[in-house]
C-alpha cells in the first residue's frame, strides 16, 4: 500500500496545479485535513457537470471513479447527500467548458472526457 498524502495537502496542490494551467478551482466544502475523503465536482458551465471520488482499487492503490455525469442539479443533489453522510468530506469544484480536471493523470495530459 502506498502512503497516502494528507487530503488538504493534496487539495490545496491539485488546485494550484489547476491555477497554473489557467483553470479556476474552488473549495465548496472543508473536510478532514488529515484523513477527510475527496469529491471533486466539474462544472462543465453549461448546465452539465461530472462529480468524481478517489477509492482505493483491488490492488490497494488509489484511482478517481467518476460517480455521476449530467445534469448539474443532479450533481449537486449527489454531493447534498454524500456530505450529509460524511461532514469530514472534502468538495472541490473545476470550472473548465472541457472537463479538463487532471486527475487521472498526475503528469498532465488533462483528463477531460
Do not use: C
Request: aromatic share 6%; glycine share 12%; no cysteine.
Amino acid at each position: 500500500m502506498e502512503p497516502r498524502l494528507a487530503s488538504g495537502i493534496w487539495v490545496q496542490a491539485h488546485m494550484r496545479r489547476l491555477a497554473l494551467m489557467g483553470i479556476p478551482s474552488f473549495i465548496v466544502a472543508r473536510g478532514d485535513p488529515v484523513a477527510g475523503a475527496v469529491l471533486v465536482k466539474v462544472n462543465l458551465l453549461d448546465g452539465r457537470a461530472a462529480l468524481y471520488q478517489r477509492m482505493n482499487t483491488i490492488d490497494g492503490s488509489l484511482g478517481w471513479v467518476k460517480m455521476l455525469e449530467g445534469e448539474d442539479r443532479r450533481v449537486e443533489e449527489a454531493i447534498a447527500r454524500q456530505r450529509g453522510r460524511d461532514r469530514d468530506l472534502w468538495v472541490i469544484e473545476i470550472e473548465d467548458r472541457e472537463g479538463r480536471h487532471f486527475l487521472d493523470d498526475e503528469a498532465g495530459s488533462g483528463g477531460g472526457e
